[in-house]
Every structure is written in structure tokens, then in C-alpha cells.
């Protein structure tokens, strides 16, 4: 059955700079950002990936790493509550066995829906200290079933396979760069 999904992107250029300054800093505007995408009344907004640490070396946005939840995922869960849209919210997790690129679906009600973790990090990302999620996550909203693969993940077919597998009707691609021929 085929049903209407309004889809809203943010692209967002990073902050630069350094240490929580910095990051309060792009945290804020971020959330501009995503105000701004609102206004088209979407049902769910894609953030890049790991978009708060945008205009930083890699170890500077591990060094942000947090739980989920926390305070990135308490700041856009107000941002989809005021809306009443989803909200992809990507960040480096920081889990009891270690840290991931993840991307967190908050609800239209702000609250965490669940946590998607990169299941392909790059090498950079894995010396940096960064762990591969265990598989494809398919979760429940409003407007059907939807799943979420950062970067890296789109260049393995086999991840977009399993999502069909497990009845994805939406998949997200959140990424700090453009899918190119992968996504022709």
C-alpha cells in the first residue's frame, strides 16, 4: 500500500573551532537548521551524519561522544515534539562496550523511537576507536516502516537487502557526503 511521506534534509556546513564552545555552538545552530527544514511541515527530518562535530577532526567528535539518551537526543526530541515531525539525530554514541556512529529516530512525541549504528565505519573511524553495529534496524512510525544506513554502509548491498528483508518501506541515508552512483 502506498502512502505519502513528506521528507525534509538539513545540510548543515559545520563549526569551527574548538573543545564545547564549539559544540554548543553547532548544537544551537544545528537546531536553527532544523527549525528552518520544520517549516515545510515534514513528517520526519534527516540530519547528516555525525553533523554536531562538522568542521572537526574525527578524534574532536569522538571526544563528544554521548549516551543515548542525553543531551544531543533531550535537545532534538524538543525540536520534534515543537514540530510534531521524527527526527534522525546522528551523534557518536557512547555505550557501555564502547562508542558508535549512530543515528537516534526520535518520535513526533520527542521521545527516543530507536537507535540505528553504523554497520560499515571506515577504517579511520574504527582506529579512532569506533565499533560496527550489529545489523540493519527496522523501526515503527506512523507512516510505515523505516530504516537508516550512515555513509560507508551504502557501498554494501547486502545491508539494503536485509532491510528489504525485514520489510523496510523508507531506508535514510544520513552521510557528511553525497551517495554519488550508489544511489542512481
Given at each position: 500500500?502506498?502512502?505519502?511521506?513528506?521528507?525534509?534534509?538539513?545540510s548543515f556546513?559545520?563549526?569551527?573551532?574548538?573543545?564545547?564552545?564549539?559544540?554548543?555552538?553547532a548544537?544551537?545552530?544545528?537546531?536553527?537548521?532544523?527549525d528552518?527544514?520544520?517549516?515545510?511541515r515534514?513528517?520526519i527530518?534527516l540530519?547528516?551524519?555525525?553533523?554536531p562535530?562538522?568542521?572537526?577532526?574525527?578524534?574532536e567528535?569522538?571526544?563528544?561522544?554521548?549516551p543515548?539518551p542525553?543531551?544531543?537526543?533531550?535537545?532534538?526530541?524538543?525540536?520534534?515534539?515543537?514540530?510534531?515531525?521524527?527526527?534522525?539525530?546522528?551523534?557518536?554514541?557512547?555505550?557501555?562496550?564502547?562508542?558508535?556512529?549512530?543515528?537516534?529516530?526520535?518520535?513526533r512525541?520527542?521521545?527516543?523511537?530507536?537507535v540505528?549504528?553504523k554497520?560499515?565505519?571506515t577504517?579511520?573511524?574504527?582506529?579512532?576507536?569506533?565499533?560496527?553495529?550489529e545489523?540493519?534496524?527496522?523501526?515503527?512510525?506512523?507512516f510505515?516502516?523505516?530504516?537508516?544506513?550512515i555513509c560507508?554502509?551504502?557501498?554494501?548491498l547486502?545491508?539494503?537487502?536485509a532491510?528489504?528483508?525485514?520489510?523496510?518501506?523508507?531506508?535514510?541515508?544520513?552521510s557528511?557526503?553525497r551517495?554519488?552512483?550508489?544511489l542512481?
Amino acid at each position: 500500500m502506498s502512502r505519502k511521506v513528506r521528507v525534509a534534509s538539513v545540510s548543515f556546513p559545520g563549526v569551527q573551532g574548538e573543545g564545547r564552545e564549539r559544540w554548543e555552538r553547532a548544537v544551537k545552530e544545528l537546531s536553527e537548521w532544523v527549525d528552518r527544514a520544520a517549516l515545510d511541515r515534514p513528517d520526519i527530518i534527516l540530519v547528516p551524519e555525525l553533523a554536531p562535530g562538522l568542521g572537526t577532526p574525527l578524534e574532536e567528535m569522538v571526544k563528544s561522544a554521548q549516551p543515548v539518551p542525553g543531551p544531543l537526543t533531550e535537545e532534538f526530541g524538543r525540536r520534534a515534539r515543537k514540530h510534531g515531525c521524527y527526527i534522525w539525530c546522528p551523534l557518536v554514541e557512547e555505550a557501555p562496550e564502547g562508542l558508535y556512529n549512530s543515528a537516534v529516530l526520535l518520535g513526533r512525541d520527542g521521545k527516543v523511537v530507536g537507535v540505528y549504528r553504523k554497520v560499515y565505519p571506515t577504517i579511520g573511524e574504527m582506529e579512532k576507536g569506533i565499533l560496527p553495529g550489529e545489523g540493519p534496524v527496522v523501526l515503527e512510525t506512523d507512516f510505515g516502516r523505516i530504516g537508516c544506513i550512515i555513509c560507508f554502509d551504502l557501498n554494501f548491498l547486502e545491508l539494503g537487502w536485509a532491510y528489504r528483508d525485514r520489510g523496510a518501506e523508507l531506508i535514510c541515508f544520513l552521510s557528511m557526503f553525497r551517495g554519488g552512483l550508489q544511489l542512481s
